[in-house]
């Protein structure tokens, strides 16, 4: 076992239970929590799942001695690397009455924003900074409890307006509902940042597009971004799983030779359900969307169907392993910077850029 990082144990057992209080009941009381505890701590993380175990070594095969649950937020110790079990991934974490693994959790920060009192009028792009947020959209008259969005993940700002607490609320565009504007939802402003123009700048959008491509190897789960025969990224990935559900489609991630044919800073994934539920499958914000697919047989350049991308993760942290439905999981700042890399390069005046773009192999 070997400790990585020993972080600043700036924490009591008394402020761990408040962290622990942080849960889904956090909002049942109140439309807005601003996480003060936690503001500008950078050794926090999310359960990113159902529950996670706290085990009394990193191993599971140690005793296990309490459960963490959902979106509570917990206080980071130390990191460790581990040569028991999880094989798959070593990396635990020493929190407050034992260890938990990462596989299922998401490195976060709180931090509150400035608002933007000169909103102008279209989209503009902003993501969430604090560990999660409670969306809530109107119906009738009525302030209802929607979507939890999660830290790093990516929206749409169409406008700036009264909330459920009288507050300055963003009213936010999810492109899944484009066209409804009965379904935009709010969330508080301090929340969200605006993120600056040099961060959606493509990076080198002169080099030639047959000197750019991507390759994927699904045995290696791993990434590789060559720029003239020079390797400008090589990263772990978790692409689509080995597994057909009864009557779908199957999950692995397809192989051959694609192209990026349409971007997404945002993109809604799963249902489209208008619930508070964290148990369905609902995947709003999903940052740094860039789908590739077959030059022929998946839709047209002019109008492409949504298929495989690349894009940022939020719910999970085991790359190297096999863990989506077809997509190539990447880490945010990853996906990041290849979504800007990648042609066609973004249009910010719009939810979609579409063209022929960078030829991806995957194999």
């Known amino acids: 076992m070997v400790e990585l990082n020993p972080m600043r144990q700036t924490i009591s057992r008394r402020d761990f239970l408040k962290l622990s209080a942080l849960g889904l009941s956090a909002l049942a009381f109140r439309p807005v929590y601003n996480f003060g505890e936690l503001l500008d701590d950078e050794n926090i993380a999310r359960v990113a799942t159902e529950s996670v ?69 279209g989209i503009h792009a902003a993501e969430v900074t604090v560990p999660y947020s409670q969306s809530y959209y109107k119906k009738d008259g009525a302030w ?50 605006m993120l600056t123009p040099e961060e959606l700048t493509p990076i080198t959008p002169n080099v030639a597009p047959g000197q750019k491509w991507v390759e994927v190897s699904l045995d290696q789960q791993e990434l590789t971004a ?87 993760t939020y719910w999970h942290t085991n790359f190297g392993t096999r863990m989506s439905h077809g997509c190539v999981n990447m880490r945010n700042d990853e996906a990041k910077w290849l979504f800007r890399w990648l042609n066609p390069v973004m249009k910010t005046d719009t939810m979609s850029t579409i063209g022929l773009g960078t030829q991806v192999i995957v194999y």
């Open 53 to 121: 175990s706290v085990y009394t070594e990193p191993d599971e095969d140690s005793i296990i001695k309490f459960q963490r649950f959902r979106d509570e937020v917990f206080h980071i110790y130390n990191e460790v690397i581990s040569d028991k079990k999880p094989l798959y991934n070593p990396l635990w974490y020493k929190v407050w009455g034992g260890y938990i693994n990462s596989t299922y959790t998401q490195r976060v920060k709180a931090s509150l924003n400035p608002i933007n009192m000169a909103l102008t009028e």
């Open 144 to 193: 209802l409890a929607l979507y939890r969005l999660y830290f790093g993940t990516n929206h749409w700002v169409v406008g700036l307006e009264e909330g459920p607490d009288g507050g300055l609320w963003y009213r936010i565009k999810d492109e899944m509902f484009q066209n409804f504007d009965s379904l935009d939802y709010f969330v508080p402003a301090q929340h969200v940042r």
């Open 226 to 312: 060559y720029e003239e025969s020079r390797v400008v990224m090589k990263t772990k990935i978790s692409s689509g799983l080995n597994y057909t559900p009864p009557g779908e489609v199957g999950y692995a991630t397809p192989t051959g030779i694609f192209y990026v044919q349409n971007k997404m800073f945002s993109k809604h994934m799963g249902n489209s359900t208008l619930t508070e539920s964290t148990a369905e499958y609902l995947l709003p914000g999903v940052p740094w969307v860039s789908f590739f697919q077959p030059r022929d047989g998946w839709g047209s350049v002019e109008e492409p169907k949504d298929g495989v991308a690349f894009h940022g």
